[in-house]
């Protein structure tokens, strides 16, 4: 996402030169066609099918056109707003800053109203994370208008991921519930020389999103929350026992070898090889399993816990979402596809052809029993991107690469949590000058 974000920010500044480049020319609206951009491979024959299927019931032609991977569609959705030749619906990747400068740009419509409806019976439909991924509140740091502005299409969220197989052949009953148990787990699956935990930390993220984990289940979201604001230091004690579930995950021999520099791609490869008894993973990960190996038999679980003061908090969020182009002759169209789109019927079909979480709640009784592992755990979810406040980028990098230093054993957490703190206290001296 990060990179995402980087991306589209740069392509702002040279988005005349890629109009020139790529020929960025109006062109007329199709009379009775509603055009669709998505950058989502996996799921475009699925689409183009319940396309077909609304043109046969409602006439209305719906245009799919796909644009991959997600940094060049990013990059043609930004080059298209500023030449205004967006299509009726696309999608908005990156932070929610980037969604927020489209909103005062005038090329996202607030569907606020829509939601509210009948009752507000397409928000009720819906789950309530998910279009808290779209919602602007009263108050927010970007000083957009408060709304529901996307419509999402699915839902994610991140958890480990357990081998049953693996697991029984170790004589483990159930998946760990506790760091303790997980810990007795990793012993018995080292005596038949099963592997523990494998995961992409070589994206940096995904090692950031589970110390994330930790941190709300160790001290919870209001102290989490006052250390981005700086009343809390990042030495405090309760962040170096985040920072030593690294340490001690690495000197018990959980993390499997080289964790530190596999990309999610090859950490995925290995668990659906059943080379690894536990994974870190995001729900999208049942539709690459399926292809990598569909007789894997595994299940979704939330990290075990280190505390029970606070509640494990995972990160879950609208998995992709469409926008309606505020500009488009055709917007009432569009929303009333959008519509039909997230009802239960078609978000059931999504779900079973494409093995990603719906976003209609109604709709999970069509999902496999993994997949419904996620959905039953999505009250416990939280993102940055609904966060009231973010850290810093180079608190969050210093962050980041000091829990790799930690699980290579090149730093201790001491010393990582002092150059995190240090990094804190320049950005805040920086803020304050300004």
């Given amino acids: 996402m990060k990179k995402i974000a980087h991306v589209v920010c740069v392509v ?18 199709e009379k009775n066609v509603v055009t669709v951009w998505h950058w989502m491979t996996d799921r475009d024959q699925a689409f183009k099918e319940l396309a077909a299927r609304y043109e046969e019931q409602t006439g209305i032609k719906i245009k799919i056109n796909l644009y991959a991977p997600s940094d060049a569609f990013s990059r043609k959705v930004v080059a298209s707003a500023q030449a205004k030749v967006l299509p009726d619906i696309y999608g908005i990747l990156g932070k929610k800053k980037i969604f927020a400068s489209f909103i005062e740009g005038g090329f996202v419509v607030d569907l606020t109203a829509e939601f509210q409806k009948d009752n507000k019976q397409w928000e009720k439909s819906l789950f309530p994370k998910a279009l808290a991924a779209n919602r602007f509140v009263e108050g927010n740091v970007y000083n957009t208008p408060p709304g529901i502005y996307g419509v999402p299409i699915d839902v994610t969220n991140i958890q480990m991921l357990y081998n049953k197989k693996l697991l029984a052949k ?7 519930k506790t760091f303790a148990e997980l810990l007795a787990a990793n012993k018995a699956l080292a005596r038949v020389g099963v592997s523990g935990l494998v995961s992409g930390f070589g994206e940096a993220w995904m090692a950031e999103c589970f110390a994330s984990n930790y941190a709300f289940n160790i001290m919870g979201q209001e102290k989490v929350f006052a250390t981005y604001r700086g009343e809390v230091p990042y030495t405090d004690p309760d962040w170096l026992k985040v920072f030593t579930v690294f340490k001690t995950l690495t000197e018990e021999g959980v993390f499997a070898r080289g964790i530190v520099t596999k990309g999610n791609k090859y950490a995925e490869q290995d668990f659906a090889l059943e080379r690894a008894a536990f994974s870190f993973n995001g729900s999208w990960c049942v539709n690459v399993y399926h292809k990598m190996n569909p007789n894997l038999e595994y299940g979704a679980m939330l990290p075990p816990a280190i505390s029970t003061e606070y509640p494990m908090r995972i990160w879950g969020y609208a998995g992709s979402s469409f926008v309606v182009n505020n500009h488009s002759v055709r917007k009432d169209t569009a929303i009333a596809f959008l519509k ?26 069509s999902v496999p029993d993994v997949l419904s592992d996620f959905a039953e755990v999505m009250d416990q979810t939280t993102h940055p991107s609904i966060w009231p406040l973010d850290e810093s980028s180079l608190v969050l990098e210093k962050f980041d690469k000091g829990l790799q230093s930690i699980i290579i054993g090149e730093k201790t957490p001491e010393q990582i949590a002092q150059e995190v703190q240090e990094v804190k206290e320049r950005e805040m001296a920086k803020q304050k000058r300004k």
């Avoid at 170790?170 to 760990?176: D, E, L, V």
């Fill in 170 to 176: 170790a004589g483990i009953k159930h998946p760990p």
């Fill in 12 to 29: 702002i500044v040279g988005v005349a030169i890629f109009c020139n480049i790529t020929g960025c020319v109006r062109t007329p609206p």
């Fill in 340 to 365: 039909w789109l997230t009802a239960a019927e078609q978000q059931a079909y999504l779900a079973r052809e494409t093995k990603n979480l719906p976003a209609n709640r109604r709709a999970l009784a």
